[in-house]
């Protein structure tokens, strides 16, 4: 697994003060009231947003989840050999597998939680994930994604590398 970006890095360690300051959060509710709507953005928490803000150690163990299950799908779509468009299979293949992840079965829960477990024990998110834990992941990703899902990211690949060409080479378009 590779480390995360010190940009990245940081904004999480911000986002993290934020959500922990109550002076912050009821600047943003204040500014909703004022513009007389819901500015939310991201993820729809519902009901249960203000129990997730009020929870920082979930905040912190939900990212560190997304962060192996979206590392496992880059190295699943890198074991592919997609080359120089292995970015828009990851992009599609992203958005489609945090959709599919909003209302995980409680099996694919189950899966998720015994690899958080498991990393949870080790000092940094930098620590390679074990062999069992990568397994475990590969299969939570074929699970969850559908076959159409996997057409949909090749398909998506594959369009890029043709517009590539055609940008390289200056070829004509074709329907």
């Known amino acids: 697994m590779t480390s995360q970006d010190p940009l990245q890095n ?10 922990r300051d109550p002076k912050w959060a009821l600047e943003a509710a204040r500014i909703e009231d004022e513009a007389n709507c819901n500015m939310s953005a991201g993820h729809d928490w519902g009901d249960l947003l203000g129990q997730f803000m009020a929870d920082p150690d979930g905040f912190h163990q939900y990212s560190r989840l997304q962060t192996f299950v979206l590392n496992q799908l880059r190295q699943l779509l890198t074991n592919y050999e997609l080359g120089a468009r292995l970015g828009a299979a990851h992009v599609l293949g992203k958005n489609l597998l945090m959709q599919r992840l909003q209302q995980p079965s409680p099996e694919v829960q189950t899966q998720l939680k015994t ?3 498991e990393n949870s024990a080790k000092d940094s998110i930098d620590v390679p994930l074990s062999a069992t834990a990568q397994a475990t992941l590969n299969q939570v990703l074929r699970s969850v994604l559908t076959p159409d899902d996997w057409e949909t990211i ?19 378009k074709t329907a």
């Open 10 to 19: 940081q904004a999480a360690l911000e986002l993290m003060a934020r959500l």
């Open 154 to 172: 090749s398909a998506a690949a594959a369009t890029a590398i043709q517009q590539h060409i055609r940008h390289t080479l200056t070829l004509p």
């Open 115 to 117: 690899v958080l477990e």
